[in-house]
């Protein structure tokens, strides 16, 4: 059996809108902090006969079948391309609450890839390929899944995705758990939607530059010039479902109570947490580890009626 655990991660330059959903390739660079805490495992086994399948690990929750298919669908294709014979059972669980808004594929696709690629050279005898191609296979079957390969700074640039030099300290980020009630729209349909906003023309540019900005201010440790970048990235990215057709959006009046809240403490105290949404309702709030007991209370003074998880990079 052949095992593999990968961290979700949190981008601050969003990776928002396709080149080709084959292989999904991005229109714009990314960069995400990975969140340690938020694990998935994986576990491969050989199987005698039939198709490749998947079931929950013990204790974790059922994917829906439509997720299921996606993932079993992309170890079978990865599994076919390299000429690996046989059939396995693939299981696999998260060990955060699946009912958080914080269920991403990129963790799951990460450890999938990495469990696969051990099982592929144990059967192959070959030896299995460099992290970075790894993360590039992974890509393949959810984009951002290729980013929770690098911690706890990783930049997808084109082909290109490897980890990013910071000076910052040490953060972790303060998951603000909200739920909005409303449809979700998954971020497949979101990178569809978002080309028909007519802000979307110049948006490859925007992130690109961003993403400039944003590797400098983080080399240099500059924590109010990273919170700048990815506060405009946000309004950027959610401005882009708010103009979409059809448009959407994920807000509900306790993310936007959090995100006042963020705001205000930048402006009346000169500091505050680096902030950001990604497609749903929950915002995610990066302070320094070590004031994050200080934020913590903080922020539940300000917005009760939340409640918050935390994970380091
Ligand atoms: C808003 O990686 O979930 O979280 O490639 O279709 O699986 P697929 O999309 P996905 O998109 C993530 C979008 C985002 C921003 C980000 O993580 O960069």
């Known amino acids: 059996m052949w095992?593999?655990?990968?961290?979700?991660?949190?981008?601050?330059?969003?990776?928002?809108?396709?080149?080709?959903?084959?292989?999904?390739?991005?229109?714009?660079?990314?960069?995400s902090m990975t969140l340690s805490a938020f694990l998935t495992n994986v576990e491969i086994e050989p199987i005698?006969?039939?198709?490749?399948?998947?079931?929950?690990?013990?204790?974790?929750?059922?994917?829906?079948?439509?997720?299921?298919?996606r993932f079993?669908?992309?170890?079978?294709?990865i599994k076919q391309e390299r000429e690996i014979a046989g059939s396995f059972?693939?299981?696999?669980?998260?060990?955060?609450?699946?009912?958080?808004?914080?269920?991403?594929?990129?963790?799951?696709?990460?450890?999938?890839?990495?469990?696969?690629?051990?099982?592929?050279?144990?059967?192959?005898?070959?030896?299995?390929?460099?992290?970075?191609?790894?993360?590039?296979?992974?890509?393949?079957?959810?984009?951002?899944?290729?980013r929770s390969f690098f911690s706890p700074w990783c930049a997808w640039e084109a082909r290109e995705i490897g980890p990013v030099?910071?000076?910052?300290?040490?953060?972790?980020?303060?998951?603000?758990?909200?739920?909005?009630?409303?449809?979700?729209?998954?971020?497949?349909?979101?990178?569809?939607?978002?080309?028909?906003?007519?802000?979307?023309?110049?948006?490859?540019?925007?992130?690109?530059?961003?993403?400039?900005?944003?590797?400098?201010?983080?080399?240099?440790?500059?924590l109010k010039r990273t919170a700048e970048i990815a506060w405009a990235e946000l309004w950027d990215m959610h401005s882009l479902f708010h103009t979409a057709s059809p448009p959407f959006f994920y807000f509900s009046p306790l993310s936007l109570a959090v995100l006042r809240w963020a705001e205000r403490s930048w402006e009346e105290t000169g500091t505050g947490p680096i902030t950001t949404v990604d497609a749903g309702p929950n915002v995610h709030l990066l302070v320094p580890t070590a004031e994050k007991d200080r934020w913590r209370r903080e922020l539940l003074a300000a917005v009760p009626g939340i409640s918050l998880l935390e994970s380091r990079a």
């Not at 095992?3 to 960069?31: F, Q, T």
């Not at 690990?57 to 298919?69: M, Y």
């Not at 991403?104 to 992290?131: H, I, N």
């Not at 690109?208 to 500059?222: V, Y």
Request: aromatic content about 6%.
């Open 3 to 31: 095992k593999a655990s990968a961290p979700s991660n949190i981008a601050l330059i969003k990776y928002m809108g396709k080149e080709s959903a084959v292989g999904n390739v991005a229109v714009n660079p990314s960069l």
């Open 48 to 69: 005698s006969g039939g198709e490749d399948r998947w079931e929950p690990l013990p204790s974790s929750a059922p994917l829906r079948a439509e997720s299921t298919k």
């Open 72 to 77: 079993v669908n992309f170890f079978t294709r």
């Open 89 to 146: 059972l693939i299981r696999s669980g998260n060990n955060f609450p699946s009912d958080a808004g914080l269920a991403s594929s990129a963790s799951s696709f990460a450890a999938l890839t990495m469990a696969a690629f051990q099982a592929f050279a144990s059967v192959s005898g070959k030896p299995s390929p460099s992290l970075s191609e790894q993360a590039m296979v992974s890509r393949t079957g959810s984009g951002s899944s290729c």
């Open 165 to 222: 030099p910071s000076r910052l300290p040490d953060l972790t980020d303060l998951v603000a758990v909200i739920d909005s009630g409303f449809k979700k729209i998954s971020s497949s349909e979101a990178h569809k939607r978002v080309q028909a906003s007519a802000l979307f023309e110049g948006r490859p540019e925007r992130a690109s530059t961003r993403q400039r900005e944003i590797k400098t201010a983080m080399a240099s440790g500059d």
